[in-house]
Every structure is written in structure tokens, then in C-alpha cells.
């Protein structure tokens, strides 16, 4: 959170505005960047209306957090109220949502959403919205995690008449999600009674929340099945929830007049683009939607098969490639979801494709062709392999071409790294994929950033992680020749050879052997921890804790970073591959690489004045206090 303090404190300093100096600091600090005008604006605007309500309730002692950071993801909840409640005396928490909006009405489409003047596309109803934080609060908070009675919600718009938003009111209001406008500001303040005592200092029950282990975060694969057969595992937030919705009303449009759209979701690593997917699926499978899933990644799409379909066949068949679809009937499925569509090639046709399927037709109006409404899941920057594209006006290009509406969604939020922003500018910034140079890690209580002196310390470190009940997994730059795979019963040859340390990388092929998992299962089956993993068996999944070696193909030399091609033993890139494009790719592979862990990142570089670098970037205190 950026502030903490009682609701008289919050007051006095939103009169001389040193609330607001403070706040700019913190997210200063915490994000690199300074606030944005808007939310400064938001601020100065709603911060003071919040706090006289909580005062003329009677409730100054009740412990107000600002910008309350959600666990394990990047999104904040404006306020949360922390004091007793009046008549159990038990720890009672108030999650607030402050809009300014004077005026907003629901969605025709969808009263869960809501349009806005200001904002092009439509956003999540503020009462659902702050429903969903509760709910989220609860699932990844040990402190109210047995108790989620304690928790409740409300959306504050403080500018607004019932005439302006009333209509927001038509989704379903309960204990979690609440609406008051300015107009009914005496009904907000009687809330407020309800919910905190004016007796007690709320001080210690906001120490218990923030004391409050973080849940782990109920990791994408293990909870699959009961995902697509059964309920929503997981809790869309904001503009996830959109997206959500946004695929699910162009279905019902397709079916209700014969209509086809095609929608793109667009962010970064770990903004939750495959939950959402899977989050779509197991819905659209639960109403009998004709729909498949679909991606470029056969490491992805065969964990899905095993974990979602362990009992039932027709499960794993919702799972395909991107390359299944050359001889499709057109308009055959209602919904093709395509994950990691940045994934996407050029063509379907390989080298083992019949002369009679070798159309000519681009993969991606093959994609488009299949479905009503086909679905882009896609990071721009994740490229890894020479010959990938799917980008965002790739896509839009060949809606157009058919005449086709094309909807891009943003999402913004991140889910992994422990939701730390801070940790992913880092990276980016660490291998110059975003100007301004390295910089040192400060760390932000989110994510842990350990340099290891050797692949044994790494090693040891993350087996004691893993003793703690946490998963990890250690993965590297492709710089060690990969031996064919062995015969059942013999050992894995040790490839990935520093010094007196070895091990093997991950198996390559569709089977197990001598007790490692198959390729596509290195990622999530607890017995990957043994071999290296690659980029191309680590993209798309995550671990608590990942373990990165950084090859001889990227070493720092001097004020910046050289890759050296020759250092790589990666088949696909070939002679006639250019030199920019080899230092992208191989940059593109450590930011994928270092962006797996959940909990934190331990890394360990082959090169002395590569780890030296590191070991300066990374600072000395955390890793003193942790890997000795």
C-alpha cells in the first residue's frame, strides 16, 4: 500500500497536502514512474471525501490504507477500512472503490459492465468490481481466508445523483458490493457504523491483514480440470473480467443474428491472458458452446490435455494447434480461443504436410475462418523463434481484409513476479528492452531477487525452497548442446555442464524417462526440478521460485550488453538468420526466462563480469540474508 493511517490523520493531511507529496513518493518508489495527472486528479478529489464520511461517523480511529496492493497481482484497491465490528467485536474490513464519475449507465449489453464518457471501451461495474477484490482478498489473505464474513465492499461515487448511476444498481448488490453516490451520503455514513465501531482503534486489526500470509496462488494447471468441468477456479479482476465478458456477449450476438466478430486481448507476461482463456473455456464448455483452445505451444497445449482431461477424453480434445485447422469447414466452431498468439506462423504447412493441404492460406485466416467469434491471446514481446508473428495489426489486417469488426482489449495488470511491477520494469530495463539503461533492484516486498556465486549455491537454495512446500525449477539460455535422448532405464546425459556441476536438460520427447516427465510436462510435474529447462518448455507456465542460468550468449561487457550467436547452440537460428534478430531473440528468451517465478527469481550467470554486473544490479542485502 502507499499510506496507512487513521481517518482523523488521512484528513489533517489532505488539508495541507502532504498526503498527497507522500503518496507520489511511494508510488515513486514502488513503480519507477510518477503518477499519472488522472490519478493524482483522483487523489485530491476523492482521498477528502472518503475521510469526512469516516469522521462524521464518528470514525476517525478506524485505520484507513490507500492504494491497497491486492496479493500476488498488481492491482490496488483504493481504500480498505480497518477497525472492529460494532457488534461481534471481531477484526472488520471495508474494501472502498472511489469513482468520480457523475454519470455512468450500464452496458446494453451486459449490466456487469458499464459505459462511461470518458473511457472508449466499456469497464467492470464498480459494484461487481469491488465485489471481486473482496472475493480475491479473501482467496489470497491467511488473515481472513477462514473468515470471509470480516471482509465487505462498497463503491463510494461520491460526485454522482442516483439519477447519473442508478442504473448501475442493475447487477445483483450484496454484503461484498455495495454502491452509495454523493446524493445518498447519509446512507454511506449509517454503512459505515454498521461495519466499524467508533470505540476501538482500528490499528491492530490492519496489522493482522497486513501480517496475513499470502495464500498461494492457485497455480494455472493444478486446478484445470475442476476449472473447465466444474466452476471458476479463478477471480477475474478489472479489465480481465472485461475481456471475460466482452468474448462471451459477441458469442451470444453471433448465435442471436449471424453475426461474426473478431476479438484480440493484448499484455504482458503474466497479465493473465491463458486464465482468462481457460476462464472462457470452461464456461463456454459448461452451456454446450461449440469451442475449442487452441495455441502454438506444444508444451502448453499437451499439460492441458493431461491436467484438464485426466478422466475425460472429451476434455482433451477441446485442446488443439494452431496447425489443426488447414481443412476446417468455415464457421464450424462458435469460439476458437487462440493462447499465445503471438505464436502464430506464417503458414500451417510443414515439411510433413500432404501436397493436397499445401493451400497457400495464411495461418492466421485459417484461424479467422473457423470460428464466429475467434479470440487473439497475445504479448507483442514475446517472440522467441525466427518466422513467429501474430501481432496486434496482423490480426486487425486480416479482419479487415474480410470485413470483419476487430476489438482489441488491453490488460494492464500483471499476475506474475508476485504482481511486482517494479520486478518487470527491472528485467526489461536489465536487458535493454525499454530505454533508460539497467538499474539497481530495489526491493518492493513482492518479489525476491537473489544472485547466486555458483550453479551449486542456486541449486541448494531452491531445493530448500521446495522443502518448504514452494515448486521450482531451474531453466537456461540455450548454450549446451542437447544429446538424443536416452533409452529407458539409462541415465539422462548431463549436458548442461559449469564447472563440476551438471545436469541435463528437460527431456525432449512425448515420454517419460528414468523418472523425468516429458517435455511438455517439465514446467508443472514436481519431478522437472532434476533437469535445466529451456525457454521453449518454460514460456507460457510459472513456479514459485525460478532458477535462471545465463549462458555465454549474453555477457556484459564494459557500459552494455553483447550477445555472442556463436555461444548458441539453438537450432533454429540459422546462418542466414540476421545478427539484430539473433540479439532480440536472445534477449526476448532471459526476459521470459526471468519472468517465471511467482515468489523470486534466483540468478546465476556463467560469465565472472556478467555476475558482477548482476551482483551490483541486483544489491548485496537480500542475497546476504537469504542464499547464506
Known amino acids: 500500500m502507499l499510506f496507512r493511517e487513521s481517518a482523523k490523520t488521512i484528513a489533517a493531511r489532505a488539508l495541507d497536502s502532504s498526503l498527497y507529496l507522500h503518496l507520489t513518493e511511494q508510488f515513486v518508489h514502488m513503480h519507477g ?59 472488520s474490513y471495508l474494501v472502498v472503490e472511489l469513482k468520480q ?17 470518458a473511457y472508449v471501451h ?20 491467511g488473515a481472513v481466508a477462514e473468515h470471509p464474513d470480516r471482509v465487505s465492499g462498497v463503491a463510494y461515487l461520491h460526485n454522482a445523483t442516483e439519477f447519473g448511476v442508478g442504473g448501475l444498481r ?3 448488490v450484496d454484503d461484498s458490493g455495495q454502491m452509495f453516490t454523493g446524493e445518498r451520503r447519509g446512507e454511506f455514513i449509517d454503512h459505515l457504523r454498521a461495519k466499524l465501531s467508533d470505540k476501538v482503534s482500528g490499528a491492530r486489526a490492519a496489522d493482522e491483514l497486513q501480517a496475513g500470509r499470502t495464500v498461494p496462488s492457485k497455480q494455472l494447471m493444478s486446478v484445470a480440470a475442476q476449472e473447465v468441468r466444474e466452476r471458476e477456479q479463478f477471480v477475474l479482476l478489472d479489465e480481465q473480467q472485461v475481456a471475460y465478458r466482452m468474448v462471451l456477449n459477441a458469442v451470444r450476438k453471433a448465435k442471436r443474428s449471424n453475426h461474426k466478430e473478431v476479438l484480440v486481448v493484448t499484455g504482458g507476461p503474466g497479465t493473465g491472458k491463458s486464465v482468462i482463456a481457460l476462464s472462457l473455456l470452461g464456461e463456454l464448455y459448461r452451456q454446450g458452446v461449440p469451442a475449442l483452445h487452441a495455441t502454438g505451444s506444444q508444451s502448453f497445449t499437451k499439460t492441458m490435455r493431461k491436467v484438464a482431461g485426466t478422466r475425460k477424453r472429451e476434455v482433451q480434445d477441446l485442446f488443439k494447434y494452431f496447425n489443426s485447422f488447414m481443412t476446417a469447414e468455415q464457421n464450424s466452431l462458435d469460439v476458437l ?28 485466416d485459417e484461424l479467422i475462418d473457423v470460428a464466429r467469434v475467434p479470440v487473439f491471446l497475445l504479448d507483442e514481446h514475446q517472440v522467441v523463434r525466427p518466422g513467429e508473428m501474430g501481432t496486434v495489426e496482423d490480426v486487425k489486417a486480416a479482419a479487415a481484409a474480410q470485413g470483419l469488426d476487430c476489438h482489441v482489449v488491453p490488460l494492464e495488470s500483471q499476475f506474475r513476479c508476485g504482481g511486482s511491477d517494479a520486478y518487470l520494469r527491472w528485467v526489461v530495463r ?35 525452497r521446495r522443502e518448504q512446500g514452494y515448486g521450482a525449477r531451474m531453466s537456461a539460455g540455450y548454450c549446451w548442446p542437447w544429446s538424443p535422448e536416452p533409452r529407458p532405464g539409462d541415465p539422462l546425459p548431463a549436458d548442461v555442464v559449469i564447472g563440476d556441476w551438471a545436469r541435463p536438460w528437460n527431456l525432449r520427447g512425448e515420454r ?65 538468420t540476421p545478427d539484430d534478430d539473433v540479439d532480440r531473440l536472445i534477449r526476448n528468451t532471459y526476459k ?27 544489491g548485496d542485502a537480500e542475497r546476504k540474508s537469504a542464499l547464506v
Not at 101 to 117: G, I, K, N, T, Y
Open 592 to 618: 521470459v526466462l526471468l519472468t517465471r517465478g511467482m515468489v523470486g527469481t534466483v540468478v546465476y550467470a556463467t560469465d565472472l563480469e556478467t555476475r558482477a554486473k548482476l551482483r551490483e544490479l541486483a
Open 101 to 117: 464519475w457523475s454519470q455512468a449507465e450500464p452496458d446494453e449489453d451486459d449490466p456487469a459492465l458499464c459505459r462511461v464518457d
Open 512 to 576: 517419460s524417462v528414468s523418472g523425468a516427465p516429458p517435455s511438455a510436462l517439465w514446467a508443472t510435474d514436481p519431478a522437472g526440478f532434476g533437469q535445466v529447462g529451456c525457454v521453449y518448455t518454460a514460456q507460457g507456465f510459472e513456479y514459485d521460485w525460478s532458477g535462471v542460468i545465463i549462458g555465454p550468449d549474453l555477457l556484459w561487457r564494459g557500459d552494455r550488453w553483447i550477445t555472442d550467436r556463436a555461444a548458441s547452440k539453438d537450432p533454429v537460428f540459422k546462418r542466414s
Open 170 to 172: 442493475a447487477i445483483e
Open 430 to 464: 536489465l536487458l535493454g528492452l525499454q530505454s533508460g539503461g539497467p538499474v539497481v533492484w530495489e526491493p518492493d516486498d513482492r518479489m525476491h531477487l537473489l544472485v547466486a556465486d555458483s550453479p551449486e549455491e542456486m541449486e541448494a537454495f531452491l531445493q530448500a
Open 337 to 364: 480461443i487462440c493462447d499465445e498468439a503471438h505464436r502464430i506462423r506464417e503458414t500451417s504447412a510443414n515439411r510433413y504436410t500432404p501436397a493436397a493441404h499445401r493451400t497457400g492460406r495464411r495461418q492466421i
Open 122 to 141: 466499456p469497464v467492470l461495474n464498480p459494484i461487481e468490481q469491488v465485489r471481486r477484490y473482496c472475493e480475491y482478498l479473501v482467496n489470497f489473505n
Open 33 to 91: 514512474h510518477r503518477p499519472s495527472a488522472a490519478e493524482a486528479r483522483s487523489w485530491e478529489r476523492s482521498i477528502p471525501a472518503l475521510a469526512a464520511a469516516l469522521n462524521d461517523a464518528g470514525l476517525g480511529e478506524v485505520e484507513v490504507m490507500l492504494e491497497y496492493a491486492l496479493p500476488l497481482n498488481s492491482k490496488r484497491a483504493d481504500a480498505v477500512l480497518a477497525g472492529v465490528h460494532p457488534v461481534t467485536g471481531e477484526p
